[in-house]
């Protein structure tokens, strides 16, 4: 069973960083790119970023560009999400996804559909 697990989430004051973590099982993590949602409430879900399953490229969001940046780590089969100066409207449910596999194009468009397993979502709350 494919499993993503998430952790890191939760309140946090304008201006201040936070780092999610996404842990995966059953599957090979190295053969596989990754992104990151997020959904307000009464909202839309919302991509955030991605990173290839090289971890040569990565992908963002323009709301997000320069303030988050997402990584990988394959040896501990682990995606991360680093958010810095965090403001109230990055509040939201965030959420891992696994991208079905794929060689390409690869760009902002592509990069941000095509998501078939999801992590269990967790709440991030940047208070004024």
């Known amino acids: 069973q494919v499993q993503l697990v998430q952790s890191g989430g939760g309140l946090v004051q304008a201006g201040g960083s936070l780092r999610l973590s996404c842990a995966a099982s059953?599957?090979?993590?190295?053969?596989?790119?990754m992104g990151w949602f997020r959904q307000a409430p009464g909202k839309g879900r919302e991509f955030v970023a991605a990173?290839?399953?090289?971890?040569?490229?990565?992908y963002y969001a323009d709301s997000v560009k320069g303030r988050f940046t997402v990584s990988r780590d394959d040896a501990k089969n682990t995606m991360y999400l680093e958010m810095n100066s965090l403001k109230p409207e990055d509040t939201a449910v965030y959420y891992c996804?696994?991208?079905?596999?794929?060689?390409?194009?690869?760009?902002?468009?592509?990069?941000?559909?095509?998501?078939?397993?999801w992590g269990q979502g967790t709440q991030v709350t940047v208070s004024s």
């Open positions: 059953g599957l090979t993590f190295s053969h596989y790119s």
């Open positions: 990173i290839t399953r090289s971890g040569d490229s990565t």
């Open positions: 996804g696994r991208k079905a596999y794929n060689t390409g194009p690869y760009n902002t468009e592509e990069m941000s559909r095509g998501y078939d397993y």
